[in-house]
């Protein structure tokens, strides 16, 4: 695959969510739930953008860029969308932003380009969904149970859909206007979560709980970033050692790149974790506010 080692560490992040989540469902259906099935198809779905977002489905140039920043001052990654592109030519020639701020831009278009790919994994499983329960001739029970499966799935995307309209918008707007500089989030996905929270049938008391919460997140995002950055310098480092011949301090070195891939990897599990949590609470207020 050709993986970095920060995207190696986030492969095994997701993959250990994805474990944790299947053994879940075992357990639930050892216990007779999950008679719709929608555990185990969402599982699926979970699976297959894993595989589209590490290169791992066979498709042609379906592997995210390496790294969330910009390699000596350019990007090494296309936005696949003539909208997303036009605007970052825009923001990049606009003199309104400095260096590090249109690194930060560039994780927003980035983190934009990977909702839209998860949106249309997402499409294209429910599509093949509706094809199959279209040729269906008899309807049972178990068709009835396919729709409401269907009918989540469409929930599912229609959240996905307001997401991704949202995040535009913001890009636009960033894009033509600069920063404010009186925004409370920094990191796209927790600007994601907090305007989705903001449009969810949360109370006073609980969208400000929820404030406090994102600020915890975000801290705990910029401590992952940390260790991903030190664990890229530590293996350009070790490559460096490798050529040198020096044996004892390549064995230091090794420790230390071992050391910081450990704590890169916990750091992203907990990471996505909390993301998963986060984001499972907005969709029942969202969904809440539908009924």
Do not use: C
Request: no cysteine.
């Amino acid at each position: 695959l050709h993986l970095s080692p920060v995207k190696l560490a986030e492969l095994h992040s997701d993959l250990k969510i994805q474990e944790r989540d299947e053994i879940s469902w075992k357990k639930m259906k050892a216990e007779g739930l999950d008679e719709d099935g929608e555990k185990e198809a969402k599982l699926r779905r979970n699976l297959n953008v894993i595989m589209a977002k590490y290169g791992m489905d066979g498709k042609k140039d379906s592997q995210l860029v390496d790294t969330n920043y910009i390699k000596d001052g350019t990007e090494s990654d296309t936005l696949d969308d003539p909208r997303l592109e036009k605007l970052w030519s825009k923001a990049k020639s606009s003199g309104k932003f400095s260096d590090e701020e249109l690194d930060k831009l560039w994780r927003e278009f980035k983190h934009h380009k990977e909702k839209i790919r998860e949106y249309n994994i997402l499409l294209e499983t429910v599509s093949r969904t509706e094809d199959i329960h279209k040729n269906v001739i008899n309807p049972s029970e178990e068709n009835l149970v396919k729709e409401e499966v269907l009918h989540n799935k469409h929930r599912e995307l229609k959240d996905k859909l307001r997401s991704i309209n949202q995040g535009f918008e913001r890009l636009r707007k960033v894009s033509h206007q600069g920063y404010d500089t009186t925004s409370e989030f920094e990191e796209p996905r927790v600007i994601d979560l907090w305007d989705m929270a903001k449009s969810a049938n949360f109370t006073e008391k609980e969208l400000e709980s929820f404030r406090e919460e994102l600020k915890h997140f975000e801290a705990k995002i910029e401590k992952h970033q940390h260790y991903q950055k030190q664990l890229e310098i530590s293996h350009e480092k070790l490559k460096h050692i490798e050529g040198t011949g020096d044996k004892d301090h390549l064995n230091r070195n090794k420790e230390k790149y071992a050391m910081l891939e450990e704590k890169t990897k916990e750091l992203g599990y907990k990471v996505k974790k909390h993301l998963q949590d986060l984001s499972s609470r907005i969709s029942q207020g969202l969904q809440h506010n539908e009924l």
